[in-house]
Structure formats: structure tokens, C-alpha cells
């Protein structure tokens, strides 16, 4: 029984994402409390349940939540049922989110958590988009399935790190090539100016290139991509929305039929005569247009592009972007990232969001003596959100000009009441202030939506990019099937051809399998999972899955180090941080109580390793410290001392095959 619900200040219903059996289990309890008639049927015919019916029921649940945060500041984490159901809650912009299962707590955490990561690139701080846009809550519910499915698979998403597909530098020279190509063919449009144009394979990272201005891409946005490019490719079943677990097969009752394609899966065709591609095969990649039999186009539903709105968190503030998904080949996706409104506006209604949720918070504790402090911060956010309207003369578009100038008064009056709340402490100007803030409230997201959410954007550069999508999809295909055996083996890794990482596995003697990860980048090294028979895999698999929770549930108890072993296999997991020169930090902090309201371990739900790092060590800058992260499955017959001297030769010879400088680390 599974079932994620987002719910408003007012208690009222969201978004609704359940399987049959929670539909189920909510309309006998409705029945049971009078709410409806007698259920008739049987239980697959259960619908979903109406929003009245889930407000009805959960109602004081929730409300007893927005109490515990907004008067006591101690919101609840999680609730365990007799029954064995687990509730597990999480906030957002003063939205709750409830996940009801019979799954762990640990793993419900992460799953909402990745609900509320959707959530908030999709529709920003507006979460009320998903009650009236039905394609949006598709699209989310969707993308959540995407991550289950990938989650439990995919070393990428279950790591949440991005994996580089490794090619040789003549074809990576070429293909960085034609992205450059492609780049100044969209500068010449001035809305196209900002721009990502980005090639994934599969689930792994192939090539970037982005225009001077544009905002960095976080490893977080990559692993976005990779979620929206698993949806955009149809890789649901029949275009409907699944809980893909591993041991569940339960059809969800949300209907998702936004993309009904083609099942587009890995193909394990043989690697043609470019398995190997050198610089004469690549020479021609800029010789003009190939020949039309080389350009065939299977059907015109596969030359057309996935758009969406997002919104993007780099180092200086958030970006609304119109994301472009071309197939370029099976399993091969070309990614035009624009930026559609200055960094000013989008980050500024942002953060305006952000802070006049916490004013609110502070408003309904009482709490005068903070709001100052508040006040400020959302005074400031305001103002840099108006002026970069005013500045940018988004104003020309009339509704924009309308809207902006409706913002500007209702916040004057609305700052002098707070200017004097925060003078006088008269209780009654807080009731002022509660009486406007909810159409002030409305006129942000009316112009957060006409600025940074506005659909109209995708329209504006659809013609554009994708000819210029044709046109990089003329001059890579020749590559494609090489590009997806890649995916399927990442075998060769790094500047050294010669060197492969089953050769450099070699020199490990008894070492299964390995997962390394520059936490500084979330930049993950490891072999492709590939073993002699299925049941090998299946195996090595499960355990290999089952490793990555045991060793975060130590991490979560601030232990950075660990090996343990069972009959098949010897397990060992490093956590070690270094300075900017690679000498190694030893953190003297007992983290046991300082890491209980940190996210899970990953990038997704909030950077873990981020935090963690700051928590070890507070005196030192964030940009001076390097952090990395090793998995290690030996044979079980590894002694702990060769385990260790593998994991320390591993850390300290990495680069070789990945071509990234790296220097010795003291990983205990």
C-alpha cells in the first residue's frame, strides 16, 4: 500500500499519487465513517479517492502537523500505525507532503524527498499549478516513477551521481565539436542567448556546451535531465504511471496518458565497424549535410521536441528554463537548455517566496523579535525581483506591465505595515498584514508565472531548436550505435586508451566491484554491472544495492568508515575528506547529534555531503574542502588488511582510468 499527497495551508488536497490498495484502504475507512455509500464491486474497482474524501480523513493529522511546525517549530518526521503503515512527512513553501506505506522509513524519506526535488523544479514555490494543470501532475508523477524504476537499476540515480560515458579523444573532440556548432546557431537568436546543448546516452553523461552567460549546470539538474529523458522516451508502461518496485508489480490509478510512444529499451545489436571510431571516421563530421539515405527519420512523432518548464538551482540563485528533449538516436538524447528570464527575476521571486513563508512562520509564533531579520531579507528579494523587471523591460508585455505595477502597490502597503509592526510590536498590525498577505500572495505567483512559468516560452524558440536538433542529429549518427554500446559497457574510461577498467581490475586481485565518487562534483567511476549469467547479476546486484543502504544508515550515525562481510562477499565503505592540495582532514567533531535533521545521504533531497562537510568543519571554507566516497565488494575470502590496501591504491591510482589528477588519500 503506497500512496504520496500534497497538502495546502488549508488542509485542502494538492496532488493525489497512490496504488489500488491504498485507493482501496481510503474508501472502506470512508465508507466505514459515513463519508460514502457502500462501496460496491470489487476491489479493482476501486477509484481514486475524491480530494474531499482524503481532506476529510486526514485532516486532523495534517493539521495537527502545521501546528507542531508553525507554533512549536518542531515538525513531525515520521508516525509508525499497529497496523505496520509508516507515515512519513515533509515540507516545502508551508505545503505538507505525506507518504503512507508499509516500506521503511529510511526509503519513504528518500521517495518523498525526491517527490518534494520534482515538485520544486516543476512548479517552483506555485505548488497550487497541480490542482488545475493536469498535464504538469502527470508529468510529476511520472518523473517519480522514472526515479523508482532507475533507483532500483541504475549505479547513476541509486548513487546520485553523474557518470561521464567515456570515449576517445578524437570522437569527444568531435562531438564537443558539433554541440559548439550548434550553440552559435542558437546565440543568433536573441531568447536563445543563455543556453545548455547537452547529449545524454542512456543514463550516463556524454558531452556539454554552454554560452559564455549561462548559469552553471548542477550534477542535481544532469540527474533531472536523466528522469525527464527516461519519461520523454515513453519508458513507462503503455504511457501509464507505475510504483515500479522491485517486488511489487501494482498498477497506479493516476491517468498519464501525455506520452504514449514507443517502448524505446537498450538494444544489445552487435557493435558495428565504428566499435572503435579513430580520427579518419570522424574526419568528415563537418564536411556539410550527409546523405538523405543517412538521414532517415523512422516517423514523425520521433523527430518532434519534449518541452518543459523548469526551474534550475545553480550557485547563484534559481533560473527558470525551457528544457528541449531531441532523440537523436535510440537511447541517445540531445538536451536544449534555455534560460527565459534574467537570473534577477526568477531567483528574486524565488527567494520572495521563500522568505515571506518564513515571515508567516514567524507571524503565527509570535516571534517579533526574528521577524526584523525576515523582513529584510524579503524587502531585499522583492526589490531585486521589481527592479530586474523594470531593468529588463520585461514591463513591455502589457499583462507583465500590469501585474508588476499591481505588486509594487500591494507591497508598499504591506511593507509600511510591517515597518510598523516592527516599531510599535501592536499585535493588531499583524492582523493587517494577514488580511493582504493572501492577494499580495497571488500577484507574486501571477507574475512568477508570467515571467519564469509562462508556456508561451516554448514556442518562442520550438522552430529553431529544432533544426538545429536535425542538424546535430545528421552529424553524430553515424556514431549513435557506438555511443550505445558505450552505455551498455562503459569498459574504457579515461585519456589512456590503452587502459581499460577490466585490465585496471586486474591489478585488484579479488576485487568484484568498486563505486567511486568525487563528492566535490558528484562525478561517479565505476565498471558497468557485467557478470557471466543473469543470475550472477541478480545476484551481485542485490547485494551490491543492499551494500549502498547499509553503508548510508552508518554514515547517517556519523561513521565514515566500515567493512563487514557475508558468505558470498567482503563490503568496505570510505567517507574521507581532503584540502585543496589533497592532504588529507580529520574531522574531531562527534557528529552523532549534529546529523540527525540532515537529508538523506545523496544530492537530490538537499546536498548531504555539502552540509556534512561544513558540520566537520566550520572553519574552513566550503570551496577548500574535497570530498570522496569509495565502495568497495571484494571476494569473500579478502582479508581486511587487503581490503584496505586495495581501497587505498584504488583511491590513489583512479585517475589513471579516468583521467581526472587526484592525489593519495589517508582514507582512515
Request: proline share 3%.
Amino acid at each position: 500500500m503506497r500512496g504520496i499527497l500534497i497538502f495546502d495551508h488549508l488542509n485542502d488536497v494538492i496532488f493525489t499519487k497512490c496504488d489500488r490498495a491504498f485507493a482501496c484502504h481510503v474508501q472502506k475507512l470512508a465508507t466505514a465513517q459515513g463519508l460514502l455509500s457502500e462501496i460496491r464491486g470489487d476491489d479493482d474497482s476501486c477509484p481514486i479517492p475524491s480530494a474531499n474524501v482524503i481532506m476529510q480523513l486526514f485532516s486532523p493529522i495534517i493539521t495537527s502537523e502545521h501546528v507542531m511546525t508553525s507554533q512549536f517549530g518542531n515538525s513531525y518526521t515520521s508516525m509508525k500505525c499497529h497496523n505496520g503503515t509508516n507515515l512519513v512527512f515533509d515540507e516545502f513553501m508551508s505545503y505538507t507532503f505525506l507518504y503512507i506505506s508499509t516500506d521503511g522509513v529510511e526509503i519513504m524519506r528518500r521517495k518523498l524527498g525526491i517527490c518534494v526535488f520534482v515538485v520544486k523544479h516543476l512548479c517552483g514555490p506555485n505548488i497550487d499549478r497541480l490542482k488545475s494543470n493536469r498535464r504538469l501532475t502527470s508529468l510529476v508523477s511520472l518523473l517519480l516513477d522514472a526515479w523508482t524504476h532507475l533507483y532500483g537499476c541504475e549505479q547513476t540515480v541509486l548513487l546520485e551521481a553523474v557518470e561521464q560515458l567515456s570515449i576517445n579523444s578524437d570522437l569527444s573532440t568531435a562531438t564537443l565539436k558539433v554541440l559548439h556548432e550548434a550553440s552559435d546557431k542558437l546565440k543568433a537568436q536573441p531568447e536563445l542567448a543563455n543556453h545548455h546543448v547537452l547529449v545524454l546516452v542512456e543514463h550516463k553523461f556524454l558531452s556539454l556546451y554552454s554560452s559564455k552567460n549561462a548559469q552553471d549546470l548542477s550534477a542535481s539538474d544532469i540527474l533531472l535531465m536523466v528522469l525527464l529523458c527516461w519519461v520523454a522516451n515513453g519508458k513507462g508502461k503503455d504511457g501509464t504511471t507505475e510504483f515500479q518496485e522491485k517486488d511489487e508489480d501494482e498498477d497506479l490509478l493516476i491517468e498519464s496518458s501525455m506520452f504514449n510512444k514507443e517502448d524505446h529499451m537498450p538494444s544489445h545489436r552487435h557493435v558495428d565497424s565504428l566499435s572503435n571510431p579513430m580520427s579518419v571516421d570522424i574526419a568528415d563530421l563537418f564536411e556539410g549535410s550527409r546523405d538523405s539515405s543517412m538521414y532517415d527519420l523512422k516517423s514523425l512523432a520521433e523527430d518532434s521536441l519534449c518541452k518543459h518548464l523548469v526551474l534550475l538551482e545553480s550557485t547563484n540563485g534559481f533560473s527558470a528554463n525551457a528544457v528541449y528533449i531531441y532523440r537523436l538516436a535510440e537511447g541517445i538524447n540531445l538536451l536544449t537548455i534555455v534560460e527565459v528570464t534574467n537570473l534577477g527575476t526568477s531567483s528574486g521571486l524565488y527567494d520572495s517566496f521563500y522568505y515571506l513563508n518564513v515571515i508567516n512562520g514567524l507571524q503565527l509564533q509570535k516571534d517579533i523579535d526574528d521577524i526584523r531579520p525576515a523582513f529584510d531579507n524579503l524587502d531585499m528579494a522583492i526589490k531585486k525581483a521589481l527592479e530586474s523587471i523594470r531593468k529588463n523591460k520585461l514591463g513591455v508585455n502589457n499583462d507583465v506591465d500590469m501585474c508588476h505595477k499591481r505588486l509594487q502597490v500591494k507591497w508598499d502597503f504591506v511593507r509600511k505595515k510591517y515597518t510598523e509592526l516592527i516599531k510599535t510590536r501592536d499585535p493588531q498590525s499583524i492582523l493587517q498584514i494577514e488580511s493582504n498577505t493572501s492577494g499580495f500572495t497571488e500577484t507574486m505567483k501571477e507574475l512568477f508565472r508570467l515571467t519564469c512559468f509562462n508556456d508561451n516560452f516554448l514556442k518562442l524558440g520550438t522552430d529553431v531548436v529544432l533544426t538545429v536538433s536535425r542538424l546535430v542529429r545528421q552529424k553524430l549518427l553515424d556514431f549513435s550505435d557506438f555511443f550505445r554500446v558505450k552505455a551498455l559497457k562503459n569498459f574504457t574510461l579515461g585519456s589512456k586508451t590503452s587502459l581499460t577498467i577490466n585490465k585496471y581490475l586486474e591489478e585488484f586481485p579479488g576485487l568484484v566491484h568498486f563505486m567511486y565518487i568525487d563528492r566535490t562534483m558528484h562525478r561517479l567511476t565505476t565498471p558497468t554491472l557485467d557478470f557471466s549469467s543473469p543470475e550472477t547479476l541478480a545476484l551481485t546486484t542485490r547485494k551490491i544495492w543492499a551494500m549502498v543502504d547499509q553503508s548510508r544508515t552508518h554514515l547517517q550515525e556519523g561513521i565514515l568508515s566500515v567493512m563487514w562481510k557475508d558468505t558470498t562477499f567482503n563490503y568496505a565503505y570510505f567517507l574521507w575528506f581532503e584540502d585543496s592540495s589533497g592532504s588529507p582532514l580529520k574531522c574531531k567533531t562527534y557528529m552523532n547529534h549534529l546529523i540527525k535533521n540532515f537529508p538523506v545521504p545523496g544530492i537530490l533531497c538537499g546536498d548531504y555531503y555539502r552540509k556534512l562537510a561544513e558540520t566537520c568543519f566550520p572553519k574552513i571554507s566550503i570551496n577548500k574542502i574535497r570530498i570522496y566516497e569509495l565502495y568497495c565488494v571484494h571476494l569473500g575470502l579478502a582479508t581486511p588488511s587487503c581490503v584496505l590496501e586495495h581501497s587505498r591504491r584504488l583511491a590513489a591510482t583512479i585517475c589513471e582510468v579516468t583521467g581526472f589528477s587526484n592525489n593519495p588519500a589517508d582514507i582512515l
